[in-house]
């Protein structure tokens, strides 16, 4: 890649990596469509077309950026999760929890790797794994607790005994 469209890649990144700290993500996505072949070849670009999509809650279409960043780049836990995030929301909870997964044993210390990964597969009902990975991520960073009571992603726990005496939170 020559230098003038390294700079020109950089360019377009900055605005669109602006626009999605703006609140504006269809300014980012158009951004960035205009550049199409230049950003589909850079991990980055891919990631900031997938984000500025899954904002717009256009998750199918998310899906093709984020993966081709992880084919760029496959150890980056913000593309695995924001893969997962667009996974779960279109009906791919197997898919959601396999990313994560992916993203954990990238980096076991993200406690909101552990929270995510709990509340999939809290949904998938499966409440042993649900209840390890919420244990891992309360005792990675406390301040998790604090989302459980609001998080409905824990609702088909809520009467269970272990997921009380984990939370402190009574059903």
């Known amino acids: 890649m020559t230098s003038q469209l390294r700079e020109r890649l950089r360019r377009v990144r900055r605005e669109a990596e602006g626009y999605l700290e703006l609140g504006m993500p269809e300014h980012a996505l158009r951004s960035l469509q205009r550049r199409g072949q230049l950003v589909h070849g850079d991990a980055r670009g891919c990631y900031l077309l997938g984000e500025s999509l899954r904002e717009l809650c256009r998750y199918r279409e998310a899906l093709f950026p984020l993966r081709r960043s992880l084919e760029l780049i496959p150890d980056d836990i913000h593309v695995w999760m924001a893969l997962a995030w667009c996974y779960k ?8 929890i396999t990313s994560l997964e992916r993203a954990i044993e990238i980096e076991p210390g993200e406690a909101v790797l552990h929270y995510n990964l ?16 919420l244990a891992n991520a309360l005792d990675i960073d406390g301040n998790f607790r604090d989302f459980v009571p609001s998080e409905p992603d824990f609702d088909p726990l809520r009467h269970d005994p272990q997921f009380q005496h984990l939370t402190g939170l009574v059903g």
């Open 89 to 96: 929301r279109v009906g791919r909870l197997e898919q959601a």
């Open 118 to 133: 709990a509340c999939y597969w809290s949904l998938a009902h499966n409440p042993h794994q649900a209840l390890r990975h």
